[in-house]
């Protein structure tokens, strides 16, 4: 296997064919380091949201036979199971909001990465300050209610969550420059110095929000406000009018894309504002909660179970149509939570349009309906969980409900459908950076020699484990993206002595995948020792190829990796058994070793080398001169082949001191009868220099990149052959 990518200066890479992009506005909106530091907060909670929606879901089921069969099975306290879960899920889901946007938005600051804080006190701070904003001022009361800890204070939690970190953290930086951490002995405890280092700023942070807290009690603005809804709703609900019908719709919708419980402010208003009018001798208009829970809200706020729908047909594969078939129970009882804050729908610049638009249109065509006389009001209190074309005919009596409820849905699918598109392509590019980030880090960790990409918790971590994922598949599998490609070697006059097998991949969505990454993941995902057997078996199959169709003097050079000499005890073996297999003579095979990368000299690595030269291979040493230990390899490990370095071999043309190490290593490799190969040939300036200095074989660009089989076949009949030379 090799770890290398050709080069050539003069040739442009082609960039891969991807869907049209989104508005730069948007894109950069959603990728914002603080909108997906709170959306990824959200998505932590995904399976508390999923397992309270489907717990809340069947204590709502709407069938009474379901109701009474239960009842009669586990008798009376039959639910007392499913809400003791619920209530530890759903009603401190606030509380568990603070904990994960808080560890989300922390772990994007700058203090946090570099390890300044640690990432607990944050947490801690948020949660403190969550409930300092708001107990009550009596001393006998709970620490927190019920409804302020539940889901109706989201958006609290959410932007108490924000402010407390960005304040410590800011509050940290200042206090830390004025005064220093002192490195205080504390028997050596650091995590003991910190803790007493960050006390004045987690003060001030939580002293900020409990003064908050007295002054919105002591002023009323909390009552104001909500006696602002109060008299908002009421004009609302006076009215019987399409606008009226829309504003309730908008109203509620936009405060659920801000993480407000719109549901709940709908309802409390709705209630105050029937009593407010109740007093005054008001009417209330006809349209009320029913009339939006049947032909809205079908499957929550922002009528989402179209949105499930078409994230379940055409949702990216592996994210979307997972959360998809987690909330799509749930949302045939119209509770949508996994996807409001697991997709999540707050704040995300991509639903912001249809999560409005959808909700608007399908009250207007309700109300239109309505209005002339197609489909009657609904007349009838029917739960609010019940599923969609069944609520409309228990809530009207009409068939032409159903008729109704199907246009609505289809209307916010058709709705939905382009925004989820958009979202899957900013999705792909979002994950092809990723890539390209995890392609510079291994090129890193592999430069230090340090491990690991997979075990990581970010998204570089889940592209890693993504490729590792498609590596195994593509190895298991008869025809896969997966191949090799053989590059000429050949004589000055450009006659192919032979070839090296390279390994190619381009990736569906990633488009090439370059070998350092291919073998990096490999090994990390444990594969090393299949991938270098797969290699071996797909080179000496295409060499197959060619030896049978009379090119019987060509050699074939395969690489080696450390991980598959280290692990692969029966590698020798294999080989021969492998050459045998494809009826190749041992002769034409050669083996290498890339010597940019330490090899462990064991004894197992020494008997795998002896198995393959005795069995009549060869064994070289790739990119000979660059590192490591190159003439203790010459030496140690049997090798009668040495590929010069590409770095050696484009700085020819450098200066003399370059010519001066090249041909020493030639003269060296001629007197202890060692073939030399010019690796990494893109011009004809360093063809000839080196060909003066002593080489006789070359490999690079200058003759060719790395060629399919059928390629390479017609390159052979094009250039013609030669010997190599014993």
Same mark, same amino acid.
């Given at each position: 296997?090799?770890?290398?990518?050709?080069?050539?200066?003069?040739?442009?890479?082609?960039k891969?064919?991807?869907?049209?992009?989104?508005?730069?506005?948007?894109?950069?909106?959603?990728?914002? =380091?603080?909108?997906?530091?709170?959306r990824?907060?959200?998505?932590?909670?995904?399976?508390?949201?999923?397992?309270?929606?489907?717990?809340? !879901?069947?204590?709502?089921?709407?069938?009474?036979?379901?109701?009474?069969?239960?009842?009669?099975?586990?008798?009376?306290?039959?639910?007392? &199971?499913?809400?003791?879960?619920?209530?530890?899920?759903?009603?401190?889901?606030?509380?568990?909001?603070?904990?994960?946007?808080?560890?989300s938005?922390?772990?994007?600051?700058?203090?946090?990465k570099?390890?300044?804080?640690?990432?607990?006190?944050?947490? &801690?701070t948020?949660?403190?300050?969550? /409930?300092?904003?708001?107990?009550?001022?009596?001393?006998?009361?709970? !620490?927190?209610?019920?409804?302020?800890?539940?889901?109706?204070?989201?958006?609290?939690?959410?932007?108490?969550?924000?402010?407390?970190?960005?304040?410590?953290?800011?509050?940290?930086?200042?206090?830390?420059?004025?005064?220093?951490?002192?490195?205080?002995?504390?028997?050596?405890?650091?995590?003991?110095?910190?803790?007493f280092?960050?006390?004045?700023?987690?003060?001030? +942070?939580?002293?900020?929000?409990?003064?908050?807290?007295?002054?919105?009690?002591?002023?009323?603005?909390?009552?104001?406000?909500?006696?602002?809804?109060?008299?908002?709703?009421?004009d609302?609900?006076?009215?019987?009018?399409?606008?009226?019908?829309?504003?309730?719709?908008?109203?509620?919708?936009?405060?659920?894309?801000?993480?407000?419980?719109?549901?709940?402010?709908?309802?409390?208003?709705?209630?105050?504002?029937?009593?407010?009018?109740?007093?005054?001798?008001?009417?209330?208009?006809?349209?009320?909660?029913?009339?939006?829970?049947?032909?809205?809200?079908?499957?929550?706020?922002?009528?989402?179970?179209? &949105?499930?729908?078409?994230?379940?047909?055409?949702?990216?594969?592996?994210?979307?149509?997972?959360?998809?078939?987690?909330?799509?129970?749930?949302?045939?009882?119209?509770?949508?939570? =996994?996807?409001?804050?697991?997709? =999540? /729908?707050?704040?995300?610049?991509?639903?912001?349009? =249809?999560?409005?638009?959808?909700?608007?249109?399908?009250?207007?065509?309700?109300?239109?309906?309505?209005?002339?006389g197609?489909?009657?009001?609904?007349?009838?209190?029917?739960?609010?969980?019940?599923?969609?074309?069944?609520?409309?005919?228990?809530?009207?009596?009409?068939?032409?409900?159903?008729?109704?409820?199907?246009v609505?849905?289809?209307?916010?699918?058709l709705?939905?459908?382009?925004?989820?598109?958009?979202?899957?392509?900013?999705?792909?590019?979002?994950?092809?950076d990723?890539?390209?980030?995890?392609?510079?880090?291994?090129?890193?960790?592999?430069?230090?020699?340090?491990?690991?990409?997979?075990?990581?918790?970010?998204?570089?971590?889940?592209?890693?484990?993504?490729?590792?994922?498609?590596?195994?598949?593509?190895?298991?599998?008869?025809?896969?993206?997966?191949?090799?490609?053989?590059?000429?070697?050949?004589?000055?006059?450009?006659?192919? /002595?032979?070839?090296?097998?390279?390994?190619r991949?381009?990736?569906?969505?990633?488009?090439?995948?370059?070998?350092?990454?291919?073998?990096?993941?490999?090994?990390?995902?444990?594969?090393?020792?299949?991938?270098?057997?797969?290699?071996i078996?797909?080179?000496?199959?295409?060499?197959?190829?060619?030896?049978?169709?009379?090119?019987?003097?060509?050699?074939?050079?395969?690489?080696?990796?450390?991980?598959?000499?280290?692990?692969?005890?029966? &590698?020798?073996?294999?080989?021969?058994?492998?050459?045998?297999?494809?009826?190749?003579?041992?002769?034409?095979?050669?083996?290498?070793?890339?010597?940019?990368?330490?090899?462990?000299?064991?004894?197992?690595?020494?008997?795998?080398?002896?198995?393959?030269?005795?069995?009549?291979?060869?064994?070289? /040493?790739?990119?000979?001169?660059?590192?490591?230990?190159?003439?203790?390899?010459?030496?140690?490990?049997?090798?009668?082949v040495?590929?010069?370095?590409?770095?050696?071999?484009?700085? +020819?043309?450098?200066?003399e001191?370059?010519?001066?190490?090249?041909?020493?290593?030639?003269?060296?490799?001629k007197?202890?009868?060692?073939k +030399?190969?010019?690796?990494?040939?893109?011009?004809?300036?360093?063809?000839?220099?080196?060909?003066?200095?002593?080489?006789?074989?070359?490999?690079?660009?200058?003759?060719?990149?790395?060629?399919?089989?059928?390629?390479?076949?017609?390159?052979?009949?094009?250039?013609?052959?030669?010997?190599?030379?014993?």
């Open positions: 296997m090799n770890a290398k990518v050709e080069s050539n200066s003069k040739d442009a890479s082609k891969n064919r991807v869907l049209p992009h989104l508005p730069n506005s948007l894109a950069t909106l959603s990728d914002a =380091p603080l909108i997906m530091g709170i990824e907060g959200f998505m932590y909670m995904v399976p508390l949201l999923i397992v309270g929606s489907i717990i809340v !879901a069947i204590l709502n089921i709407p069938i009474p036979a379901f109701q009474n069969t239960m009842l009669s099975v586990f008798g009376d306290g039959w639910k007392t &199971l499913p809400l003791i879960i619920h209530n530890a899920v759903m009603q401190v889901i606030s509380l568990s909001a603070v904990i994960c946007i808080s560890f938005i922390s772990s994007r600051e700058r203090l946090v570099s390890g300044v804080i640690r990432q607990v006190y944050p947490v &801690l948020a949660f403190v300050s969550y /409930i300092a904003y708001f107990k009550p001022n009596e001393i006998a009361d709970a !620490a927190i209610s019920a409804k302020d800890a539940g889901a109706s204070s989201m958006f609290s939690a959410m932007l108490i969550s924000i402010i407390s970190v960005k304040l410590l953290t800011f509050l940290y930086a200042k206090y830390d420059a004025l005064i220093p951490e002192r490195s205080y002995n504390y028997k050596g405890n650091s995590a003991l110095r910190g803790s280092h960050i006390i004045p700023p987690i003060f001030l +942070v939580v002293l900020f929000f409990a003064l908050v807290n007295m002054l919105i009690h002591n002023t009323g603005l909390s009552e104001n406000l909500s006696h602002g809804f109060t008299l908002a709703f009421r609302l609900f006076l009215s019987e009018n399409v606008g009226s019908v829309i504003l309730i719709a908008f109203a509620t919708n936009i405060l659920w894309f801000f993480g407000i419980h719109g549901g709940n402010v709908f309802m409390e208003a709705l209630g105050n504002a029937q009593q407010s009018a109740v007093a005054q001798g008001l009417e209330i208009s006809q349209y009320s909660k029913e009339f939006f829970d049947v032909f809205v809200y079908f499957g929550g706020a922002g009528s989402t179970l179209a &949105l499930c729908a078409v994230l379940l047909l055409f949702g990216e594969k592996n994210s979307d149509k997972k959360l998809a078939k987690g909330a799509i129970f749930p949302s045939l009882f119209n509770i949508n939570e =996994p996807l409001i804050f697991g997709l =999540p /729908i707050v704040l995300n610049p991509y639903y912001f349009i =249809p999560f409005l638009l959808a909700p608007l249109v399908a009250s207007t065509i309700s109300f239109i309906a309505m209005e002339t197609m489909v009657p009001l609904p007349s009838e209190d029917i739960p609010w969980t019940t599923p969609i074309f069944v609520s409309g005919y228990l809530a009207t009596g009409a068939v032409s409900a159903i008729i109704l409820q199907f609505c849905f289809l209307t916010a699918f709705i939905y459908m382009p925004f989820v598109s958009m979202s899957r392509v900013n999705a792909e590019e979002k994950y092809k990723d890539y390209k980030d995890l392609t510079k880090e291994i090129s890193y960790l592999q430069s230090t020699q340090l491990p690991r990409m997979m075990n990581r918790a970010d998204d570089v971590g889940s592209v890693a484990r993504y490729i590792g994922r498609e590596i195994q598949k593509e190895i298991e599998a008869e025809t896969g993206d997966l191949h090799m490609e053989f590059q000429p070697k050949s004589t000055k006059e450009g006659k192919v /002595i032979g070839a090296e097998s390279l390994i991949w381009t990736h569906p969505v990633f488009g090439f995948i370059s070998p350092p990454v291919i073998l990096g993941l490999a090994d990390e995902a444990g594969l090393g020792t299949a991938l270098g057997r797969w290699v078996r797909d080179s000496l199959k295409g060499m197959k190829v060619w030896y049978d169709q009379g090119f019987t003097d060509l050699r074939l050079s395969i690489n080696l990796s450390p991980s598959q000499l280290k692990e692969d005890a029966d &590698l020798g073996d294999f080989i021969a058994d492998t050459l045998t297999e494809f009826d190749i003579p041992p002769v034409l095979a050669e083996f290498e070793l890339t010597e940019n990368a330490t090899i462990e000299q064991t004894e197992q690595l020494l008997n795998t080398l002896k198995v393959i030269k005795n069995n009549g291979a060869s064994v070289s /040493i790739d990119d000979f001169g660059m590192g490591h230990s190159s003439l203790q390899y010459l030496f140690d490990f049997f090798a009668n040495v590929k010069l370095d590409i770095s050696l071999t484009q700085g +020819v043309t450098e200066g001191d370059r010519k001066t190490v090249v041909r020493a290593i030639l003269d060296l490799c007197k202890l009868g060692v +030399v190969i010019a690796e990494g040939v893109e011009t004809k300036e360093q063809l000839d220099i080196i060909s003066e200095l002593g080489a006789d074989y070359f490999q690079g660009w200058y003759f060719s990149k790395a060629l399919p089989l059928d390629k390479f076949l017609e390159y052979l009949a094009e250039r013609g052959t030669e010997a190599e030379q014993s």
